[in-house]
T-cell receptor, first 116, second 115 residues
Framework: GAVVSQHPSRVICKSGTSVKIECRSL??????MFWYRQFPKQSLMLMAT?????????EQGVEKDKFLINHASLTLSTLTVTSAHPEDSSFYIC????????????FGPGTRLTVL | AQSVTQLDSQVPVFEEAPVELRCNYS??????LFWYVQYPNQGLQLLLK??????LVESINGFEAEFNKSQTSFHLRKPSVHISDTAEYFC?????????????FGTGTRLTIIP
């Protein structure tokens, strides 16, 4: 299957700083990328959907000014957590779908964010 | 709105025994159902999916799931589990059959195989 990578896999930052997480589709062109957040022992919650070259569509309750999403190319989407606080600590997962992947989304391995 | 309920958060099973992981959904539109597996320290991988046609779908590693519209269920089964099946299993629903449709996930079931 197609491969999606995320970088970094783990990040620890101080409260008030910003953190950028990258999501890359390695062997296909991702026209659509999704960003999820997963709390311990809970489900993956969709945060936003981004289409290449367009503004992201955020789910209800997700602050777009806090979670900045950029999908500038067909292989890269970034999620920037601005002015991070301890309550932003979570597991962030991206998925991608696009040309050649038909009816399947491919998931990245996730990024563990810890805000001190 | 769509939702998915996975009633069992953890399921311990002896090796070579059968297993069933339960999934119930609610949806007001046409439904497309998925099971994803997450092995330790890895991303989610698609295990199997129901889009249309036969209500019984199978994966390449022996799992199967049956779409039951009247019971709004999509339970996952395997007749004989192996140690390598230890993982977290997520049921998901979508209202579209293309990859660019958003997924709604259940809370997951951790399957632990006991030697």
């Amino acid at each position: 299957g197609a491969v999606v990578s995320q970088h970094p896999s783990r990040v620890i930052c101080k409260s008030g700083t910003s953190v950028k997480i990258e999501c890359r589709s390695l062997d296909f062109q991702a026209t659509t990328m999704f960003w999820y957040r997963q709390f311990p022992k809970q489900s993956l919650m969709l945060m936003a959907t981004s289409n290449e070259g367009s503004k992201a569509t955020y789910e209800q309750g997700v602050e777009k000014d806090k979670f900045l999403i950029n999908h500038a190319s067909l292989t890269l989407s970034t999620l920037t957590v601005t002015s991070a606080h301890p309550e932003d600590s979570s597991f962030y997962i991206c998925s991608a779908a696009g040309l050649g992947t038909s009816d399947e989304q491919f998931f990245g391995p996730g990024t563990r964010l810890t805000v001190l | 709105a769509q939702s998915v309920t996975q009633l069992d958060s953890q399921v311990p099973v002896f090796e070579e025994a059968p297993v069933e992981l339960r999934c119930n959904y609610s949806s007001s539109v046409s439904v497309y159902l998925f099971w994803y597996v997450q092995y330790p320290n890895q991303g989610l991988q698609l295990l199997l999916k129901y889009l249309s046609g036969s209500t019984l779908v199978e994966s390449i590693n022996g799992f199967e799931a049956e779409f039951n519209k009247s019971q709004t269920s999509f339970h996952l089964r395997k007749p004989s589990v192996h140690i390598s099946d230890t993982a977290e299993y997520f049921c998901a629903v979508s209202d579209g059959d293309f990859g660019n449709e958003k997924l709604t996930f259940g809370t997951g079931t951790r399957l632990t195989i006991i030697p």
